[in-house]
């Protein structure tokens, strides 16, 4: 089966410029999720969708970032401005019906701020 | 939010030699996800543990669930340069069932 797709796997931004991040994830997983990974750290929830509504937000930085789901399947990720903290690799992650299943990780979006 | 601490930070091991990476808590864990990461590469899943005192193989690997489910363990017997990688436990915390992943040990095999 295909595996969970993101795109794009690098971008290179100014600091107060914006970004968007595309998944698809792996076909039928009703859960998403988003996660921020820094160097050196484990993957950070951003938040999680389950089909096309929010579960969980609450690490997710409102005032500059913003998730939807429209269809219940791809996803986007935004971060309007960017700031040079934000530099990390962005995984979007799926499961079947919620975390009680393996999460199944794309290959990530090296985001470098400058 | 829930905190995982994984030691060691770094691991480097001769191929042949055997490996242990710890997951402590100082609250109860509702359940375990172990996750390997190789350099340049996004998290692969690994196995879950769910209850108290488990332990699960996968040919060289041993993971445990400790009995007061407060940590949890992965072993390698006789590692190989295939081992290498960053591997990371994460506890699915009981609120909304999300993951609260350590930092991770990253493991270096010299051959």
């Known amino acids: 089966e295909a595996g969970v797709a993101q795109s794009p796997r690098y971008k290179i931004i100014e600091k107060r410029q914006s970004v968007a991040f595309w998944c698809n994830p792996i076909?039928?997983?009703?859960?998403l999720y988003w996660y921020q990974q820094i160097l050196g750290q484990g993957p950070k929830l951003l938040i999680q969708?389950?089909?096309?509504?929010?579960?969980?937000d609450s690490q997710l930085p409102k005032d500059r970032f913003s998730a939807e789901r429209l269809k219940g399947v791809d996803s986007t990720l935004k971060i309007q401005p960017a700031k040079l903290e934000d530099s990390a690799v962005y995984l979007c992650?799926?499961?079947?019906?919620?975390?009680?299943?393996?999460?199944?990780f794309g290959p990530g979006t090296r985001l470098t701020v400058t | 939010g829930q905190q995982v601490m994984q030691i060691p930070q770094y691991q480097h091991v001769q191929e042949g030699e055997d490996f242990t990476t710890y997951c402590n808590s100082s609250t109860t864990l509702s359940n375990i996800q172990w996750y390997k990461q190789r350099p340049g590469g996004h998290p692969v899943f690994l196995i879950q543990l769910v209850k108290s005192g488990e332990v699960k193989k996968q040919k060289r690997l041993t993971f445990q669930f400790g009995e007061a489910k407060k940590n949890s363990s992965l072993h390698i017997t006789a590692t190989q340069t295939t081992d290498v990688g960053t591997y990371f436990c994460?506890?699915?915390?009981?609120?909304?069932?999300?993951?609260?992943f350590g930092r991770g040990t990253q493991l270096t095999v010299w051959p």
């Open positions: 076909s039928g997983h009703a859960t």
């Open positions: 992650a799926s499961s079947f019906r919620g975390p009680v299943y393996e999460q199944y």
């Open positions: 994460a506890d699915r915390g009981s609120t909304l069932g999300r993951l609260y």
């Open positions: 969708f389950q089909n096309n509504g929010v579960v969980d």
